[in-house]
């Protein structure tokens, strides 16, 4: 942690030593990727997004999302400059509906998030597999994604030994979803 001197007052430093702000980009959660990469892909309104992320969709098998958090996820992606507002569309019986899209800073962090491995086996189900789908729907190679996907979990993959006791269920829990997870990345791999 890097420490900033006391500001100087009259009556000696004010505050002691205190942290120095660290700009960090602001983390998103998985709604807000989704919602992302399908404006990514084309501009849509939430409606349009709503429907992509039901369960009877491609990308809604994956993530669900209600309307309400589309259009919570499209409000702080657009706070955030990674969307925008391209326009409206006359809604079906109802008041025009918003176009949004992403930006270009938008897509140049998607790409990285596309890029970037997940840290946990836990993680593979619910944020690798969303990736996959995007990359896919979005024309991106997966096989760069895949391969940081086995380097990152090779310790965890590669520690496996026999499964533990059934009655310490957790660690057999573990065991069988670290070596499901090393089958799933070999069968992509080679698919």
Do not use: C
């Not at 992320?53 to 209600?66: F, I, K, S, T, Y």
């Not at 596309?114 to 896919?136: C, I, N, Q, T, Y």
């Not at 965890?156 to 979803?177: E, I, K, N, T």
């Amino acid at each position: 942690m890097t420490l900033a001197p006391a500001i100087p007052g009259p009556d000696g430093p004010v505050g002691g030593w205190q942290a120095r702000a660290v700009k960090r980009r602001p983390t998103l959660s998985l709604n807000e990727w989704a919602v992302l990469g399908l404006l990514a892909e084309r501009p849509r309104h939430g409606y349009d997004i709503a429907a992509e992320l039901q369960p009877d969709a491609e990308l809604g098998q994956v993530w669900r999302l209600d309307r309400p958090l589309v259009y919570r996820a499209v409000e702080r992606l657009v706070a955030l400059g990674l969307a925008e507002a391209q326009g409206t569309e006359p809604g079906a019986g109802g008041p025009p509906r918003t176009v949004h899209a992403a930006t270009d800073e938008g897509r140049e962090r998607l790409d990285g998030w596309l890029r970037e491995p997940v840290e946990h086996v836990r993680d593979m189900r619910s944020g690798f597999l969303l990736k996959l789908v995007v990359a896919r729907r979005l024309g991106v190679d997966a096989g760069p994604l895949v391969r940081a996907q086995r380097e990152r979990l090779d310790a965890q993959l590669s520690a496996l030994g026999a499964p533990p006791p059934p009655d310490h269920v957790v660690a057999l829990w573990r065991h069988h979803a670290a070596r499901a997870a090393r089958e799933f990345l070999e069968a992509v791999e080679a698919g």
